[in-house]
């Protein structure tokens, strides 16, 4: 805890995934006339489900794992969130990651609500076989809860295609029938879609492109630097390259390579591609992580892990711009930091979400049983992502607050606006 002497930049407590989301929640709530009766509705999850799973592990023996899902909110549409296998997965994990992805949705105007899940296992110590039965178990235990139109999965921490293609199996053979629209993140030849996987890299090129045009840049004079590159980093830094930024410097988790006169990123292999590439890269020179953080570049994207951008490394930051590629890598007082030296920071909820915006056009493919095009999926989302950042920019423009503030403002009232429209049901 927090000494008396303690000056206003340390680090609060860790808060659980479940606090930050109401602690944010209620900010955001500040920024506008929301009912209490709304907020109070949003702070909680609407249920959560907590099921045991036996498996029959390759020995013989039997073992039971806990496994959870979070519907925290479905005014707009049904449940949307992914399934993470993890040791540290918990009830308040869940139902935290359920709300990030209420907001997510609606950032996004995409009609769906937020959910979560996840099994407490840790996936590296299962075999396929294993991963397999334990999969199909969890999608029959949450049959009941789940469905095309009431909670659709996604592959998250641990989990993968192959994953959600043996869950959307088990699930369809209790139905009698394929339902290919019970999950997103599948192989395409099941019904998964084209461009899924490059999508939240691509969403963060994307908004980091309208972003440098916004503050009047030249993208070919602006410079990058990527922490992560796999799949978001990688995907972000190709689509910034090819648009002609330089990008510097790129890591993995064992380093960075940096060349002040752009890296071609096309030629360095990603994690998935080639593990251990991006640090074994013949490069200029090479960096730690902490030092790529604080490059003097232009545009920062960390799409590692989060909790990078600390009241640590916050003053030493000397990006002009944060674009957020992970999920959570910036804590509130690195936030707050930035703000003061007016350092711009893109949210993740928005710069990531063309991942589950090709989720939602995957949903349309399967319910309507036709697919699209790699070039279609491009165009929609591009279409998308111009959407929810003109939504945003005028926020931020006639509130004259941060762009994170300004994304769960607009998040905000489309979800409030909705409670309100439809009433409390009886
Ligand atoms: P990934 O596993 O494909 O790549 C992660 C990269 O980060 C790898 O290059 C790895 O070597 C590097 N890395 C791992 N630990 C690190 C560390 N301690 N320091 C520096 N680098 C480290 O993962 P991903 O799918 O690209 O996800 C990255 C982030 O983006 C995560 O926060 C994830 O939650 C978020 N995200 C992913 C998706 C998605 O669909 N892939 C969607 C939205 C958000």
């Known amino acids: 805890m927090a000494s008396a002497e303690s000056t206003t930049e340390d680090e609060p407590e860790a808060e659980t995934a479940v606090e930050t989301a109401r602690r944010q929640l209620e900010h955001a709530a500040t920024h506008l006339d929301v009912s209490d009766g709304v907020i109070e509705r949003l702070r909680q999850a609407t249920s959560v489900y907590k099921v045991t799973i036996p498996l029959e592990r390759d020995d013989g023996t039997t073992e039971v794992f806990t496994g ?28 935290g990651l359920s709300m990030w992805m209420t907001w997510k949705c609606a950032v996004m105007g995409i009609p769906f609500g937020g959910g979560k899940g996840g099994v407490v296992v840790d996936p590296k110590e299962l075999s396929k076989g294993e991963k397999e039965r334990l999969t199909r178990r969890f999608a029959q235990e949450l049959r009941p809860v789940i469905g095309p139109m009431t909670d659709i999965p996604a592959p998250d921490m641990g989990t993968d295609p192959q994953t959600m293609a ?140 989060g909790n990078v951008l600390t009241a640590e490394n916050a003053h030493d930051v000397q990006a002009d711009m944060i674009i957020e590629g992970a999920n959570g890598p910036t804590t509130s007082t690195a936030d707050q930091i930035f703000e003061e030296r007016g350092i711009p920071v893109i949210p993740d909820f928005l710069a990531n979400a063309g991942g589950v915006t090709v989720s939602y056009f995957e949903w349309l493919q399967d319910i309507n049983r036709r697919a699209w095009s790699l070039e279609r999926v491009n165009d929609e989302l591009e279409t998308e992502m111009l959407g929810a950042w003109e939504a945003i920019c005028t926020e931020q423009e006639a509130r004259d607050i941060s762009w994170r503030d300004a994304a769960y403002v607009v998040a905000l009232r489309r979800i409030a606006e909705a409670h309100e429209a439809r009433g409390l049901w009886p």
């Not at 925290?72 to 869940?94: F, L, M, Q, T």
């Not at 199996?169 to 879609?193: F, H, L, N, R, W």
């Open 68 to 95: 959870y899902r979070a519907h925290h909110d479905n005014v707009r549409g049904p449940y949307k969130g992914g399934i993470r296998y993890h040791p540290d997965v918990s009830e308040e994990e869940c139902v």
């Open 166 to 305: 043996w869950f959307m199996d088990a699930y369809s053979m209790q139905e009698g029938e394929t339902q290919p629209g019970i999950v997103t993140g599948k192989p395409p030849v099941i019904g998964g879609s084209y461009g899924r996987e490059e999508a939240p890299g691509r969403s963060v090129g994307i908004i980091a492109r309208e972003a440098i045009d916004y503050y009047g840049w030249a993208v070919e004079e602006t410079t990058v630097a990527v922490q992560g590159f796999g799949s978001v980093g990688a995907n972000a830094a190709r689509y910034l390259d090819d648009l002609g930024a330089t990008v510097v410097a790129v890591s993995d988790v064992d380093g960075a390579i940096y060349d002040p006169h752009g890296l071609d990123t096309n030629d360095v292999e990603d994690h998935d591609e080639t593990p251990g590439m991006v640090s074994g890269y013949d490069a200029p020179e090479t960096l730690s992580n902490d030092d790529l953080l604080e490059l003097d570049v232009d545009i920062l994207i960390p799409a590692a892990i």
